[in-house]
C-alpha cells in the first residue's frame, strides 16, 4: 500500500516542474544595465581664430583676346596650336580666298567702266567748252556738258572705292596675330565655315598679369579696389603680393559671386592658366577671438547640429544645440549655444543617449620605474654580471 501511494504522487510532482519551468520560460529578461562609456572632453573658451577666407583663383593675361576673321568663309588652314608663342604679324590662319578675289576682280572691272565713261565725258566737256567759245552753243548746253562729266567722275570714285573696299576684303582672309604672347585657346577646325567675327584662335597677349577669382556677397565688402591680396601657387611655393585693380559691378548671373581681378608684378613666374590661392588682406582674422569646436564633437539631429554637454554633478551627458558660423581649418566656429566654462564631448558622441553615465577617458601612462630598477639600468647591474661572470666560468669545471 505504501508503494501505490507514493506511485500516486508522481504525476502531481511532474505537472508542478512543467508549471514551474512553463513560468520561468514565460518570463521577461532581466534588461542588462546600460555601460559606462569613456568619453573625452574639452572645456568650451574663446580661441583666436588662425584661418582666414582664401580663394581659388587662375592666373590670366591683362589683355586676352579671341581673333576671328572679318569676313566669312571656309577654313583652309590653322597654323598653330594651343600652348604656341607667336609673334606679332604671324599668320595664323587663313580662308578660303577665291571668292574675295573674284569680288575684288569684278570691283577692278567696274573701276575700268567708270573711268571710262568719266573720259568720255571729259572729252565731250572739253569740245563743248571750245564751241561756247565760238558761241555756237548756248550755256546752258555747255552746263549739261559739265553735269555729266561731275556724274561720271563721282561713278569713278564710287567704284575706286569699292575697289579699295574689296582688296581689304581679301586681305582679311589671312588671320595674324596682334602682338607676341601665347595661344590659349583654338575655337575653329580646318574645313569650317566660319561667319565674320566668330573667334578662331584666343592669345594671351604678353605683358601684366592678373589673378581672378570670384567673392560671396557677404565678404565683398572687405575687397577694395588698391587692396593687398596675398597669391601663392598651389605647385610652386612662391608668394606674391597682388594689388585688386578690378570688382565687378554685378554679381555673376549663374554662379551670383563677384569676379575680383588682381594685378601681379612684374617679377612674378606663375605661368598663365596656374591655380593660385588668394588670402585678401581685408578678409583676415588673426586678430578676433571665437569659439571653436572639433568637428569630431558634432552631431546631427534631424535638421539641428547638437554637442553632448557633460555635467560633472551626475556624470551624464545631455543634447545642447548649436548654431555654426563657419570654418577656421580642421575646426568649426561656434555661433550661439555654448558659453566658455562648458564641457563639451569630443570624441564618442555616436554612442551615447541623453542621461547616460559616463567617465571621463584618462589614457594609460606606465608606471614609472623605482629608483632600485633605474640604478640597475645606469650601471649597477652592468656591474654585477661583469663581476659574476668570471665565478661561473671558475666553477664550470669543477662541475
Same mark, same amino acid.
Given at each position: 500500500?505504501p508503494?501505490?501511494?507514493?506511485?500516486?504522487?508522481?504525476?502531481?510532482?511532474?505537472?508542478?516542474?512543467?508549471?514551474?519551468?512553463?513560468?520561468?520560460?514565460?518570463? &521577461?529578461?532581466?534588461?542588462?544595465?546600460?555601460?559606462?562609456?569613456?568619453?573625452k572632453?574639452?572645456?568650451?573658451?574663446?580661441?583666436?581664430?588662425?584661418?582666414?577666407?582664401d580663394?581659388?583663383?587662375?592666373?590670366?593675361?591683362r589683355?586676352?583676346? *579671341?581673333?576671328?576673321?572679318?569676313?566669312?568663309?571656309?577654313? %583652309?588652314?590653322?597654323?598653330?596650336?594651343?600652348?604656341?608663342?607667336? &609673334?606679332?604679324?604671324?599668320?595664323?590662319?587663313?580662308?578660303?580666298?577665291?571668292?574675295?578675289?573674284?569680288?575684288? /576682280?569684278?570691283?577692278?572691272a567696274?573701276?575700268?567702266?567708270? *573711268?571710262?565713261?568719266? /573720259?568720255?565725258?571729259?572729252?565731250?566737256?572739253?569740245?563743248?567748252?571750245?564751241?561756247?567759245?565760238? #558761241?555756237? %552753243?548756248?550755256?546752258?548746253?555747255?552746263?549739261? *556738258?559739265d553735269?555729266?562729266?561731275?556724274?561720271?567722275?563721282?561713278?569713278l570714285?564710287?567704284?575706286?572705292?569699292?575697289?579699295?573696299?574689296?582688296?581689304?576684303?581679301?586681305?582679311?582672309?589671312?588671320?595674324?596675330?596682334?602682338?607676341?604672347?601665347?595661344?590659349?585657346?583654338?575655337?575653329?577646325?580646318?574645313?569650317?565655315?566660319?561667319?565674320?567675327?566668330?573667334?578662331?584662335?584666343?592669345?594671351?597677349?604678353?605683358?601684366?598679369?592678373?589673378?581672378?577669382?570670384?567673392?560671396?556677397?557677404?565678404?565683398?565688402?572687405?575687397?577694395?579696389?588698391?587692396?593687398?591680396?596675398?597669391v601663392?601657387?598651389?605647385?610652386?611655393?612662391?608668394?606674391?603680393?597682388?594689388k %585688386?585693380?578690378?570688382?565687378?559691378?554685378?554679381a555673376?548671373?549663374?554662379? *551670383?559671386?563677384?569676379?575680383?581681378?588682381?594685378?601681379?608684378?612684374?617679377?612674378?613666374?606663375?605661368?598663365?592658366?596656374?591655380t593660385?590661392?588668394v588670402?585678401?588682406?581685408?578678409?583676415?582674422?588673426?586678430?578676433?577671438?571665437?569659439?571653436?569646436?572639433?568637428?569630431?564633437?558634432?552631431?546631427?539631429?534631424?535638421?539641428?547640429?547638437?554637442?553632448?554637454?557633460?555635467?560633472?554633478?551626475?556624470?551624464?551627458?545631455?543634447?545642447?544645440?548649436?548654431?555654426?558660423?563657419?570654418?577656421?581649418?580642421?575646426?568649426?566656429?561656434?555661433?550661439?549655444?555654448?558659453?566658455?566654462?562648458?564641457?563639451?564631448?569630443?570624441?564618442?558622441?555616436?554612442?551615447?543617449?541623453?542621461?547616460?553615465?559616463?567617465? %571621463?577617458y584618462?589614457?594609460?601612462?606606465?608606471?614609472?620605474?623605482?629608483?632600485?630598477?633605474?640604478?640597475?639600468i #645606469?650601471?649597477?647591474a652592468?656591474?654585477?654580471?661583469?663581476?659574476?661572470?668570471?665565478?661561473?666560468?671558475?666553477?664550470?669545471?669543477?662541475?
Amino acid at each position: 500500500m505504501p508503494l501505490q501511494a507514493s506511485t500516486t504522487r508522481w504525476p502531481g510532482l511532474s505537472l508542478t516542474i512543467a508549471l514551474g519551468l512553463l513560468l520561468v520560460a514565460c518570463s &521577461k529578461p532581466a534588461v542588462p544595465e546600460e555601460p559606462v562609456r569613456a568619453v573625452k572632453v574639452m572645456t568650451v573658451g574663446a580661441q583666436p581664430l588662425v584661418a582666414g577666407l582664401d580663394y581659388a583663383g587662375e592666373v590670366r593675361a591683362r589683355v586676352e583676346s *579671341r581673333l576671328g576673321f572679318r569676313v566669312g568663309g571656309k577654313l %583652309i588652314s590653322r597654323n598653330v596650336e594651343p600652348g604656341q608663342r607667336v &609673334k606679332a604679324g604671324q599668320v595664323l590662319a587663313q580662308l578660303d580666298p577665291q571668292d574675295l578675289k573674284l569680288a575684288a /576682280d569684278a570691283a577692278r572691272a567696274q573701276v575700268s567702266a567708270a *573711268r571710262t565713261n568719266r /573720259d568720255l565725258a571729259a572729252a565731250d566737256f572739253k569740245r563743248y567748252q571750245s564751241l561756247k567759245e565760238q #558761241n555756237f %552753243i548756248s550755256a546752258a548746253e555747255l552746263e549739261r *556738258r559739265d553735269t555729266s562729266l561731275k556724274a561720271a567722275q563721282a561713278q569713278l570714285d564710287t567704284a575706286q572705292a569699292q575697289l579699295s573696299a574689296q582688296a581689304n576684303q581679301a586681305a582679311y582672309a589671312t588671320l595674324v596675330a596682334d602682338g607676341p604672347g601665347v595661344v590659349t585657346a583654338v575655337q575653329a577646325e580646318v574645313g569650317q565655315v566660319v561667319a565674320a567675327g566668330t573667334p578662331v584662335v584666343q592669345l594671351a597677349q604678353d605683358g601684366a598679369r592678373d589673378v581672378v577669382f570670384a567673392v560671396p556677397e557677404d565678404t565683398l565688402g572687405g575687397i577694395q579696389v588698391g587692396a593687398s591680396v596675398a597669391v601663392r601657387g598651389w605647385v610652386a611655393s612662391s608668394s606674391h603680393n597682388a594689388k %585688386i585693380r578690378e570688382v565687378a559691378a554685378s554679381a555673376d548671373p549663374v554662379t *551670383r559671386t563677384f569676379t575680383v581681378k588682381a594685378s601681379l608684378p612684374a617679377t612674378s613666374d606663375l605661368a598663365l592658366g596656374s591655380t593660385v590661392s588668394v588670402l585678401p588682406a581685408g578678409l583676415q582674422r588673426s586678430n578676433q577671438q571665437a569659439i571653436k569646436l572639433p568637428t569630431t564633437a558634432l552631431r546631427q539631429e534631424g535638421q539641428a547640429t547638437v554637442v553632448w554637454l557633460l555635467d560633472t554633478g551626475t556624470m551624464t551627458v545631455r543634447w545642447q544645440p548649436i548654431q555654426i558660423a563657419t570654418a577656421d581649418g580642421n575646426e568649426v566656429v561656434v555661433a550661439s549655444g555654448l558659453s566658455p566654462g562648458m564641457l563639451v564631448v569630443t570624441a564618442g558622441v555616436h554612442v551615447l543617449t541623453p542621461g547616460q553615465k559616463v567617465t %571621463i577617458y584618462k589614457p594609460n601612462v606606465p608606471q614609472a620605474l623605482t629608483s632600485q630598477a633605474q640604478t640597475a639600468i #645606469n650601471g649597477v647591474a652592468p656591474q654585477a654580471l661583469i663581476g659574476a661572470a668570471p665565478a661561473a666560468a671558475v666553477s664550470a669545471p669543477a662541475q
